[in-house]
Structures are given as C-alpha cells and as structure tokens.
C-alpha cells in the first residue's frame, strides 16, 4: 500500500535560516511526489514535483526539495527562511490506478523573527 | 493556470439541515474531482473521488448517504452534506484535475469551505 509520513508535527526555524521539513515515502513502483502549501483558512497551493529527472527538484517561493530513492524520502529546503514562509506543508505521494493524492499528516512551519 | 473556485468560503447552518458545497475548474475541464475533510489537527482526509458522468467513489468510512456527491459537468462538482450535525463543523477542500493531472502538477486545489453547524 502506499503511504506518505510527515515525522514532524512542527518546525520552528529563525529568520535568515535554513529550513528542512521532511517527508518520507512507500510505493511499490515509481513515486509521483508533491509539495504543498496551505495558509491559514484556504485550499493548498502547489510548491513542487518529482515524477522523474533529476533528483533535485526546484519549486515556488525558493523551495525545492531531494528525492532521494534508497532511503525514499522527499525532503523540503530553503536555503534562507523568510517570516512570510510561515504556513502548513503538506508531502504527498501520487499515480497508481486511481490518480489519487496521499497527503501526509503536514507538517506547520513557524519561521521567527 | 488552472484554477478551481470553491463556494461558499463559510457557511454556517442549523443542526438538521441541509448543506451544498460547490466545486467548479474556470479554465479546464475536470473530469476527475477530490473531495478532502481537513480536521482541527490539519490532517486532510480524502472523503470521495468525483468523477464525471459516474457515481462518485467513497473512501472506507465515508458515509455517501450522508455525503452526496454529484459531478455533473466536467466543470462542475458538489458536495451536500445532509441532515448536518455538530460533528460535521470542518474544513472542506476540493481538488480537480484534467486527464494526467497528476503527472505534470498534482492537483489544483480550491480554497476551501469552513462549515460551522450549530
């Protein structure tokens, strides 16, 4: 079956910082991987996706993000975090027969002044 | 790009009654539909996949006579939530995608709908 994991519930990372928010994957074939990102009271908004290339995939707003196959883990960075970056991001994992989306439990992201 | 409205953004209804929800792509034709529940915890969870012309397909434990979903149109989408109660108060979150959506951008989301049933 396939499964996406966010192991943190929260981030907290200071301004000017870099920031990691993990993610990790099962599938038993190829991985179509996402990142989203939803503000407080609205829908999600894409970041980024890894469907095939390289392994580093470079999104929105100064993200990207690893895929990384032997330990199938799709991490999120940004080299420099901004305030504004504050917000709940989701990993999820796609394809299969039913084209459906598997989110991740997110992850919220607090950047500090 | 591809957009998906969602209307209303909030609604707020009496214990009993009845509820719609609509879903609608502007710029592209949809034949695929999600349905997602987001919890107070942020967990979103998938209720249904909308599709176009057919019945919708419910996820285990999603009650389809209490969730109808009808996706009529290839632009249009609706979720009614009948007979609400309290613990239906959520967020809900609709998704739409044209044929291999989900290889070039996932989905688009739209920007939800907070239902408050009192």
């Known amino acids: 079956a396939q499964s996406v994991a966010q192991p943190e519930d929260q981030v907290n990372v200071a301004e000017g910082n870099p920031l990691t928010v993990k993610c990790t994957y099962s599938v038993s074939g190829n991985p179509y991987l996402f990142w989203y990102v939803q503000y407080p009271n609205r829908g999600l908004q894409f970041l980024l996706k890894y469907i095939t290339g390289d392994n580093l995939v470079k999104g929105s707003y100064g993200f990207e993000a690893e895929f990384n196959k032997s330990q199938t883990s799709f991490h999120l960075k940004k080299p420099s975090a901004l305030v504004s970056d504050s917000a709940l991001y989701f990993c999820a994992l796609g394809g299969g027969a039913t084209n459906k989306l598997i989110f991740g439990t997110g992850t919220l992201l607090a950047v500090q002044p | 790009g591809a957009v998906v409205s969602q209307h209303p953004s909030r609604v707020i209804c009496k214990s009993g009654t009845s509820v719609k929800i609509e879903c609608r792509s502007l710029d592209f034709q949809a034949t695929t539909m999600f349905w997602y529940r987001q919890f107070p915890k942020k967990s979103l969870m998938l209720m249904a996949t909308s599709n176009e012309g057919s019945k919708a397909t419910y996820e285990q434990g999603v009650e389809k006579d209490k969730f109808l979903i009808n996706h009529a149109s290839l632009t249009l989408s609706t979720l009614t939530v009948t007979s609400a109660h309290p613990e239906d108060s959520s967020f809900y979150i609709c998704?739409?995608?044209?044929?291999?959506?989900?290889?070039?951008?996932?989905?688009?989301f739209g920007s939800g709908t907070r239902l408050t049933v009192v």
């Open positions: 998704s739409a995608g044209d044929p291999g959506a989900v290889l070039n951008y996932g989905y688009t």
